[in-house]
Every structure is written in structure tokens, then in C-alpha cells.
């Protein structure tokens, strides 16, 4: 398990990039980049899919804010980051990166999803199609939680994961309704254990710190 990690940061230039996610495969998705070369070497610490926050401006003044992106590429000198459009303007006044959430590192079988689909969802707008609590009585009535989500590609593809968390707790979780529509998941590191926060479209929505976070393909049909 990694932890949040932040560094101070002074960014020289800042160029577009184009990014492929899942080349040569139907999966393949064409999306705007922006590599900013920085003064700090953080190869040795960021990896390919970290979430991460920068912070531009200084806090309490009108040019502060904050955003979130992923790292795609990580060299000595530069980040190649993804991240909405909107902030390309205010990358060049980025004072702090922070790291949120490392997927390759903190969810078991995240590299089999990132191999196939090019990256780890957040699974925007996305179909949650099943949802099940189990208490495991053999391990002081631990609960754990799976749900499953069918994503939908840009191009239109579909493919359903199925999310474990083990050992969930402090959670608040809401009944699966008929609709369940995901916003977005996502996570962040608290203390030894992880913050998971699904937000809903409509139906199922759910809040919770988790031990262990794992993924897999899963085939609807044998249900």
C-alpha cells in the first residue's frame, strides 16, 4: 500500500501531446495530453495511472486551484499528464503535485483492466448491474462488498468488471435500485487503508474505507 505523496514543483513549458490508450486494438482511444516539464525528478516515485491533484496558485488567493489528473508517462524532466481541457491554461502555474491513488499498485488484477482498456476507468455514466454484501462470520462478521459495472467505450464497447472490497468499513452504502447509473468511482489512500467513493447518476451509491481493492473481467452470461 502506498500513501498520499506531495511534491513542490516549478514547471518550465508545458506542450500537447497526443495520447493513444490500448493501441492497435478496438479498445483504442485517441484523447489530449499535456506534458509539463518540471524541475523535479519524479520517476523514481510516480507510475503510469497514478491519480494525481496539482495545485496552482498560492491558497487563499483568487489564482488558487486544484485539479485532478492521470499520469500517463513519467521521466526525469517531465509528466505526460491526462486531464480535462479546461485546465491546460493553468498548468503552467502548477506549484504542488500530490498523489491521490495509485491503481497498478493498490488493486489486484488493475493491470489486466489497463492492458485491455488502456487505462482504469472511473466508469463515468457506466451501468452498475450488480451489487452483493457479504459478512464472512469466520472473520469476526467482516463485510465485504462486490459490485459490477458494465463500461461502455467511446466507440461504444462493452465490457463488464467486477470490483471487490474486502473488509469495508465506516461505510455508508444506499439500496440498489432498478436504475443504477455510476458518475464516478474513485478512490484515495486513508491511513493503511483505502477510500472509496461511488457516486451516482441514479440508484446505487455508496462511501466506505476498504483493506484490499481487487478487479476482473467478468462474463454476464454465467451469472
Not at 164 to 188: G, M, V
Amino acid at each position: 500500500m502506498l500513501d498520499n505523496r506531495e511534491w513542490n514543483v516549478s514547471v518550465h513549458s508545458v506542450e500537447r501531446e497526443e495520447i493513444c490508450f490500448a493501441p492497435s486494438t478496438e479498445w483504442q482511444v485517441q484523447a489530449q495530453g499535456y506534458r509539463l516539464y518540471v524541475n523535479t525528478d519524479l520517476a523514481a516515485e510516480l507510475r503510469a495511472q497514478d491519480q494525481v491533484r496539482m495545485t496552482v496558485g498560492d491558497l487563499g488567493r483568487p489564482d488558487w486551484a486544484a485539479f485532478i489528473g492521470t499520469v500517463v508517462d513519467c521521466s526525469p524532466d517531465s509528466i505526460l499528464l491526462y486531464t480535462s481541457p479546461q485546465y491546460e491554461s493553468s498548468l503552467m502555474n502548477t506549484r504542488q503535485l500530490e498523489r491521490l491513488f495509485s491503481p497498478l499498485t493498490s488493486i489486484e488484477g488493475a493491470q489486466n483492466v489497463i492492458d485491455k482498456l488502456g487505462f482504469f476507468p472511473p466508469f463515468h455514466y457506466d451501468v452498475i448491474t450488480n451489487v452483493r454484501i457479504e459478512v464472512a462470520e469466520l472473520h469476526g462478521n467482516q463485510k465485504n462488498l462486490s459490485v459490477t459495472i458494465r463500461h461502455t467505450s467511446a466507440g461504444g464497447l462493452e465490457q463488464p468488471i467486477a470490483l471487490y472490497f474486502e473488509d469495508i468499513q465506516h461505510e455508508k452504502i444506499s439500496t440498489a435500485e432498478e436504475c443504477n447509473i455510476c458518475l464516478q468511482l474513485s478512490h484515495t489512500y486513508e491511513g493503511d487503508q483505502i477510500r472509496v467513493e461511488l457516486d451516482a447518476v441514479s440508484g446505487f451509491e455508496a462511501s466506505f474505507l476498504c483493506r484490499k481493492m481487487s478487479a476482473q473481467f467478468h462474463d454476464e452470461s454465467k451469472s
